[in-house]
Structures are given as C-alpha cells and as structure tokens.
C-alpha cells in the first residue's frame, strides 16, 4: 500500500490532469478569462477536497474515472469561492497559496467574472459526469446548487461578513453556523460526491456525511489556530487577519488550547464515522489524521 504523501502525490496529479482537459484552454477566446481561471486553479492547491471525493469513491467500492469529473467540479468551486472571498469588498487579501490574489493579478473586474466562471463551469462538469442507479444527474446537480447558494457556502459567508467587528461577542453556535457553510459544507460534498460516484447505499452516503461535517468543522479549528500560530510566508495567504478584522475564530472564544483540544475531539466523531467501511475507509483515516497535524 503505497505511503499518505505518495497516494496525496498520485491523486493530486490526476486532478490536475483532469482539470487542464475539462478547462477552456488559456488562449481561447477571451483568452483574459480563460487565463486567470487557470491561474487560480493551477496556483497551488493541495486539491484537499477533490482527493477526499477520491477516497470517499475507494471507500465505497468505486473507482477514480466516475469520481473525477465531480472532483474536478468541486475544485473549480472551491477557487471561485476563493477568488470571490481575497476580493476587496470581502476578506481583501493580496495573497493566496503564495501567489498574488486574482484580483491583483487580472484586476477585480476579470477576478469577479473568472470566480463566475468556475462556479458556472462546476455544474457543466457535474452534469456531464456519470450517473449512477441510486445517484442520477438531477440529484447530482441539486447537491451542487444547494452546497454552492444562499443557505450554505454564501451563508456562511454572510455570516462572516456581518461578524465583523464583532469578534468576542459571537457564541460558538453562531460561529460553527458560519463555519458550517463557509467550509464544512463544500468539503462534505466533495465527500458526499465520492460515494454517489460509487452508488453508495443511502446508510453509507449519511456516514460519508457526518464524517465530512466533523472534518469540515475540525479542519476550520486547526484553520483558525494556524492564522495565530503561523507566518504568512507558512500558510502561503496572509496570517493574524481575522484577528485584525476583529473576527470571532475558535482561539478567541475558546482559548488556543482548548481549540486544539476541540480539533481532536471533532476528529475524533470522523473516525467514528468511518466504522461502517472497514479497512476501505482507511485512506479517510489517514487524511483526516494528516489534516489534524497539518501546519499550514
């Protein structure tokens, strides 16, 4: 069984692979769009959450080449959400995974439309991956559209933006509700995409779900503490904004310690999820293990 960072190595050449075929090459026309959307897609990534699509697909008995489409299209709404999220009017960052920020790049205008663009282009991939007996394509569009709308990702961050300034007066119960949409939804259905890849029985797709909120929750945890703990030129975006923008994170309501302790026992709720699958879940296990240890 090949190593964690040699199977993370294989999958994400396999995305990447998979999103240079599914994207308008750069010098189509306009070649302005298609090139900013391919700067921020091919910036860096480590493509967490199509790979754990990937690992969800093996651990319900499925394969790469009916889980790939939907990993790419998780990707490319990943980086829209990002895009949208370094812009001026939101968290305005001038970094992202060590590069500069679309939108110092390009200019708002086409950093706005290449973030539109590969939230659009997300549906055409998932409407052109392969239906499965219990999963058709319908059900396969309406998990993006309801992950990617106003209830969920753009919930949270909404939320986000109305916490501002507000730091320390938020509860934990509004703060998860923030991180609930902001982060752990999409990393569910990257998850969730994986099993109905597979045809997953409807028990096993509700474990792959509490699994990916659990990891979703947990990986915002160790997010917060990082942006305490790490430099900029670490995390690879800029470090202590939240702090500067007066925003609730889980080290400022809870304490650093606690936080961590926090991490390891949502965690913890993932591995217990993952029961159901046996020595087929393994490779979830390894990658949320890797994800609680990470530190960048």
């Not at 240079?20 to 769009?33: E, V, Y």
């Not at 959307?37 to 754990?52: D, E, H, T, V």
């Not at 690992?55 to 990943?78: F, K, R």
């Not at 939804?185 to 659990?214: H, W």
Request: charged residues 25%; proline residues 3%.
């Amino acid at each position: 069984m090949k190593t964690l960072k040699a199977y993370l190595s294989e999958k994400q050449k396999w995305v990447d692979r998979e999103l240079r075929q599914r994207l308008p090459a750069a010098n189509a026309s306009p070649a302005t769009i298609h090139q900013a959307m391919r700067y921020s897609i091919f910036a860096g990534g480590k493509r967490l959450r199509p790979i754990l699509c990937l690992a969800a697909a093996e651990a319900c008995g499925g394969g790469d080449e009916d889980a790939l489409p939907l990993a790419a299209a998780v990707e490319c709404l990943h980086t829209y959400s990002l895009i949208h999220d370094d812009l001026p009017c939101m968290d305005d960052d001038d970094f992202r995974r060590g590069n500069p920020t679309s939108h110092k790049k390009y200019g708002e205008g086409i950093a706005v439309l290449a973030g539109d663009a590969l939230l659009t282009i997300a549906f055409e991939m998932v409407a052109n991956a392969a239906p499965q007996p219990r999963y058709g394509t319908a059900v396969m569009v309406r998990e993006l559209a309801e992950t990617s709308g106003s209830r969920k990702l753009i919930a949270g961050q909404v939320l986000d933006l109305e916490g501002e300034g507000k730091g320390a007066s938020l509860t934990l119960a509004q703060l998860k509700r923030i991180h609930m949409g902001k982060t752990a939804s999409l990393l569910t259905t990257s998850i969730r995409y994986g099993g109905m890849s597979a045809n997953a029985t409807p028990k096993k797709l509700e474990a792959l779900t509490v699994f990916g909120q659990s990891l979703g929750l947990a990986f915002q945890v160790i997010d917060d503490i990082l942006d305490v703990t790490q430099t900029s030129e670490k995390l690879g975006k800029s470090a202590g904004k939240d702090e500067a923008a007066d925003k609730a994170t889980y080290p400022s309501l809870m304490g650093l310690e606690k936080s961590k302790l926090e991490a390891q026992r949502l965690t913890a709720k993932a591995m217990q999820a993952l029961k159901l699958f046996g020595k087929r879940g393994q490779r979830l296990r390894e990658i949320a293990d890797y994800l609680l240890a990470r530190d960048y």
